[in-house]
Structures are given as C-alpha cells and as structure tokens.
C-alpha cells in the first residue's frame, strides 16, 4: 500500500481531451517527441490522451528509458475524475471541458481547432486566456506553448453564477424572489 | 358620367377591391406585430399569487444542456411547471442529462414541491456541416413537426440558449403571440461560448425582435447589442 501511495505523491498527469469531436492534429502534436521531452523535462509522468472520434492512435509507452508514460482511450461517460488527479490538462476548446477544469481549479492549456469552420470557440479561448486563466494554443504553436509556459502566472477562475439571470426573469414573470 | 365602353369612370373593379383588402390585411398584420413586439418588451404585471408557467426548455448538443441545467438549478421549480425538455432527434445525451436533473430535484422535494417534467424529440432543421440547400428542406419539416409540438405544448415560457432547434420553436411561439393563440415569454440566454459575436439564433431573435429578452455573458456583447441584457458569466 506504502508503495503505491509513493506513486500516487511522485505521479504527475498530463490529461489531453478532446470531448466528442475529431481533433487528429491535437493528438498528433501532444505525441511528438518534442512535446513529450519538453512535458517530461518540466516534470510530468504520465501522458493520458483522451481521443475522441479521432482516427490517429497514439503509440502507448509503458516510459521506461526516462520518458513519459503514455496511454490513450476514445470515450469516456464522465471526464471529471481524469480531470481530478491531472497536474495539467490540454483540451479542445469546448467550453464544457474549460470550465470543467477551471472549475476543478487545474492548469489548462487550450487547443483551438482551425479546421473548425465559423470558430467560435477561439474567441472564448482567446478572452480567457487574455484573463490569465489559462493559456491559448494552437496544434502547431503547442511545444512552443509547453516549453514557455509559467503555471504560476495563471489566475485562478472564480466561478460564475446564474442567480443574476433568476432574478431578472423573476421580476419580469412577477414572480416573488427568494 | 358614363363612357363609350359603358363603364362607370370611377367604378372600383373586383380586382382593385381585392387589393385594397390585401393591403388593409397586410398593414393590420404589421400593426399586430409593432404591438406585440412592444407589449413584449414589458413585464409581466406582478401580483401577490402568481400561477406557475408552463415552460419549455430547448436543450442542445455541445455545452448547451450543460448551461441550460446550470440556469435551471437556480430557478424555482414550483413557479416554472409544468416543464417541457425539448432536444434534437439526433442528440442522445441532453434528454438523459435533464431526466437525471429531474430525477435529483424529485429526490429533494415532492413533486408538489418541485413540478412535473416531459421530455420530447424534435427533427433538426440543419445538421453541422449539412448543405444548405438540403437544409431548405429538413428545415421545413423541423418546422412542421415543431408547430405540432407547440400545439400540444402551448407553453407560457421559453427558455433557449442557442441551439439551431430552438428558432422554429421560437418564431412559432412569435407567430402564436401574434394570432393571439398563446401568450409565451421568449428568453434567450447566449452561451458562455459566445464572447465577440452573437449566434446565429441569437443575431435572428435580436434582429427581429422575438425573444422578450436576450442576456449575453461577456461585455463585448453588450457594447455591441444595445437592447440585450448583460448578466456575467453564467459558469
């Protein structure tokens, strides 16, 4: 039990999603050599490539040699507990999964995918990143991302709230508000 | 005074006459909707007891069931019932997504407490990536099955945040207001997503003034469209 609590303290995850699209040239730039040097060197054990519809399939590494461990899967019901025990995140740009992991208060950087036609999700990635919460990235300028990266001048998000959006509503309806 | 082709001068034949009635129509139609337009800017006239509304919720793929139950979680459930879930033939997740919501209110309180839930499928109108010319023609269907839906649902209360499902239902409910069928406050709540530029159904419900009132997350939103609500981020 002692060891794997050690392994657990000293295991560093980089969780990469992607949601329920296709994003081929995300996976394929986090399963670089460089990109997986760089993660290794800043510290990171475990690289975890959740892939979605995306038909590229990452070579899986057990990381012996002084490399990381690499593991992938297409789906999964819920995400959460991936996001939970990762030590950085690197996601599409849904807005689902940002704020899923700024939520759980993690380090993300978001991929934005310029396949995508009419892409309104660079403009979310692009203003949070502008707020410091996370940082902004595309599949080419991701190693560049990784290696000039500094968690520490990340802002943490404060969570938003749907009360505003009751009450108006409340007071348009004449509904009492309580 | 009578001419050679024994017409009255200044008769007023059949056709004209039937002109004259289309644009009487047309502009009684045009006054309707002013008048309906602008009662729909304003509130509903309070009172001590207020009855709960019928509420139709439009759910869609991608992040919007997911603000759509962020929204719904702080909304008195015994004012808005009973509740009509609505979401795309084509997305499996969001109906299962508010049965589980449904279900974790009905474990809190009763249903008096709480209210009463149905959940319907809807035919698209456009696929992601669909052409547009075969989307004339799946829009028109959407179109008549969402009449259908209306009929039987006849809500008092709409409450959309943005997926495409969401315009026939809308402009049904407008058209609805206008014959004076249903009385339905139209709320549109643009997604988190949505930071420099309004959606597609967001842009058409400002445009034509359908929705009674339309709140944007960021502030960008609200420096550009004047007449929308500015409520902060949702999530």
Redesign the interface.
């Known amino acids: 039990m002692a060891e794997a609590d050690e392994d657990l303290k000293s295991r560093r995850t980089v969780f990469v999603t992607v949601g329920t699209t296709c994003f081929d040239s995300l996976v394929r730039a986090v399963d670089t050599q460089e990109v997986k040097e760089e993660l290794f060197k800043k510290g990171y054990t475990h690289l975890l490539i959740q892939m979605g519809r995306g038909s590229y399939i990452p070579a899986k590494s057990t990381g012996e040699n002084g490399s990381l461990e690499v593991d992938c899967f297409t789906f999964s019901s819920s995400i959460t507990d991936y996001l939970r025990s990762a030590s950085l995140v690197i996601s599409h740009a849904?807005?689902?999964s940002i704020?899923e992991t700024l939520r759980l208060q993690k380090p993300l950087i978001v991929v934005v995918n310029e396949d995508l036609?009419d892409n309104?999700?660079s403009?979310?990635a692009?203003?949070l990143a502008e707020r410091k919460h996370l940082f902004c990235a595309r599949p080419q300028t991701l190693y560049q991302t990784v290696a000039d990266m500094d968690l520490g001048s990340l802002i943490p998000y404060q969570?938003?709230?749907?009360?505003?959006?009751?009450k108006?509503?409340?007071?348009?309806?004449?509904?009492?508000d309580? | 005074m009578e001419n050679s082709n024994n017409h009255y001068c200044l008769s007023i034949t059949p056709s004209s006459l039937e002109l004259l009635s289309i644009i009487g129509f047309i502009t009684l139609i045009l006054i309707r909707v002013l008048y309906i337009i602008h009662r729909s800017s304003q509130p509903r006239s309070a009172s001590s007891q207020q009855k709960p509304l019928s509420t139709l919720i439009v759910l869609g793929s991608g992040g919007h069931t997911a603000e759509m139950i962020n929204l719904l979680n702080v909304l008195q459930k015994n004012s808005f019932t009973p509740r009509y879930y609505i979401a795309a033939a084509t997305d499996n997740m969001s109906l299962q997504k508010a049965q589980v919501l449904e279900n974790s209110w009905l474990n809190e309180g009763g249903v008096e407490e709480v209210g009463s839930a149905k959940f319907m499928q809807i035919y698209r109108s456009r696929e992601v990536g669909q052409s547009y010319i075969t989307s004339v023609g799946t829009t028109l269907i959407a179109l008549a099955h969402a009449l259908w839906l209306m009929i039987k649902i006849r809500p008092h209360v709409i409450l959309c945040n943005g997926p495409g499902t969401c315009i026939p239902l809308c402009a049904i409910a407008f058209i609805f207001k206008i014959l004076g069928i249903r009385w339905s406050y139209i709320f549109y709540v643009e997604s988190i997503a949505r930071v420099r530029r309004l959606s597609l159904s967001a842009l058409l419900l400002y445009k034509l003034r359908m929705a009674d009132q339309l709140f944007v997350q960021w502030p960008q939103l609200k420096s550009k469209y004047h007449r929308a609500h500015y409520v902060g981020r949702l999530m």
């Open positions: 849904g807005s689902g704020f036609m309104h999700q403009e979310l692009e203003e969570p938003g709230d749907a009360a505003p959006v009751a108006l509503l409340n007071s348009f309806l004449g509904f009492p309580d």
